[in-house]
């Protein structure tokens, strides 16, 4: 069994050190704990890891350790956590910190808490670093993929202020925040995606399946078909030939190739981020949630005591429309030469006015955070009223284009039907 020699404080502060003889380092921090005492340094005998690790080699591997290299660290990626998870997460930490509790006891409650997308390892490592005397921001900081710049510099603020529950739940508010907005955007396309995959499935049903079978029936007959019945027969046959396919795939193929290195380039970055932007219908939505996007973000780290040029570097980063990205640098080059963040801003010809005017109120009287909580509030109560717009506008467009399709389809076969029952009425129409 390895060794390990620790130091530890007593609640007085005095420093004690020791050795343990434990299974692993979670075991020896386990024992030091119980002993009444906060661990400052734990470091295993390497003479006794080498002996544990070579009397326990082979016998010891686990699953994971006899997967392929490139699948075992495919599996141990770390994913991105969503914004509700990382909202339940620093809402769990802020209620422990809040309750009184030590900073490496709460990240030690943590690893024992259920934190959908945040694995409790995470925890682990920043109580491992916590312990070893960095700070939490420091910490963190070595978990790139769960924390964010914007929740490494906030997390450093309110450690440099000494209001660190205060910050972990300011952020929290901030994660729901966006992430209702989320939900709402997304909530908005369900419904209109939902018809379109369904009437797309109809129609490709009744051409491939019914109307071959349908069509059969006039075999033989000589009543000429009316044009809407020939123009379906028509698309039918070329969509149902596989030439047509051995065709068309390449070319969408080749489009969607095409496209996607047209997007990767910098002019086509910009060019799609300008068509969104002023896209019929949904690019007021898509504005308005990147203007309260900016706004909520630059407000939560001002106000949190994150520095002007600091948080308008981490708000560049956040936002992922290049054209704002470029009118925060050039808002944040302004600000570094000298001047007051509503010149730049109305400058840049991007933000609304409304934005630039209560930011400048906000620098008068001393409150720009609250200038730019008030617009965040402004634009997130009209980006709401603009998802519902946008929603009551689609829905009665997609109604009138599956009805149209519909009855194209309707007319293409009841035609054809009235003309025979009429020929065979009037005798001309026999085989």
């Known amino acids: ?50 002996a544990s ?27 991105k956590p969503k914004l509700q998870e990382l909202a339940t997460y620093t809402t769990q930490l802020a209620n422990l910190l809040k309750s009184g509790m030590p900073l490496t006891v709460a990240l030690n409650s ?6 959908k997308g945040i694995p409790a390892s995470v925890s682990r490592e920043l109580r491992q670093e916590v312990m070893e005397g960095r700070g939490l921001s420091d910490a963190m900081a070595k978990q790139p993929v769960v924390f964010s710049d914007l929740y490494i510099n906030m997390v450093r603020a309110g450690e440099s202020s000494g209001s660190l529950v205060e910050v972990l739940r300011r952020m929290a508010t901030h994660f729901n925040q966006f992430a209702e907005v989320q939900a709402k955007f997304k909530s908005a396309l369900i419904y209109p995606a939902f018809v379109c995959v369904v009437g797309i499935c109809i129609v490709a049903f009744f051409m491939f399946f019914m109307l071959p079978r349908f069509m059969a029936m006039f075999t033989g007959f000589t009543v000429a078909l009316p044009l809407p019945t020939r123009m379906l027969m028509g698309f039918s046959n070329m969509v149902t030939n596989p030439w047509f396919w051995s065709i068309l795939i390449p070319c969408l193929l080749a489009v969607v190739v095409l496209f996607f290195r047209f997007r990767a380039t910098p002019h086509g970055k910009i060019k799609m981020d300008e068509w969104k932007m002023k896209a019929p219908i949904v690019g007021k939505v898509v504005k308005l949630n990147l203007f309260a996007q900016f706004a909520r973000t630059l407000s939560t780290l001002l106000h949190n005591g994150v520095p002007v040029l600091t948080a308008l570097k981490i708000t560049e980063q956040i936002i992922p429309n290049i054209i704002m990205k470029e009118a925060i640098a050039k808002t944040r080059q302004a ?71 519909v009855g194209f389809l309707l007319i293409s076969i009841l035609l054809p039907m009235f003309n025979l029952i009429s020929a065979i009425s009037a005798g001309g129409g026999g085989r």
């Open 53 to 79: 690790a070579n009397s326990s080699a082979g016998a010891s591997r686990s699953v994971s350790d006899m997967l392929p290299p490139s699948l075992r660290v495919y599996l141990q990626r770390q994913r």
């Open 110 to 115: 943590m690893t024992h808490l259920e934190t």
């Open 1 to 50: 069994m390895p060794q390990f020699n620790y130091k530890a404080r007593r609640r007085s502060g005095e420093l004690v050190e020791g050795l343990l003889e434990v299974a692993d380092r979670p075991a020896a921090l386990a024992q030091i704990e119980r002993l009444g005492l906060f661990p400052v340094a734990v470091e295993v005998v390497k003479g006794a890891a080498v």
């Open 335 to 405: 600000v570094t030469d000298g001047k007051s963040l509503a010149q730049p801003l109305a400058q840049g010809k991007v933000f609304p006015q409304l934005m630039v005017d209560l930011v400048r109120i906000g620098e008068e009287t001393g409150d720009v955070p609250g200038a730019l909580a008030s617009v965040a509030d402004t634009y997130e109560g009209e980006l709401q009223i603009g998802l519902r717009a946008m929603t009551n506008l689609i829905e009665p467009m997609l109604i009138v284009v599956m009805s149209l399709g």
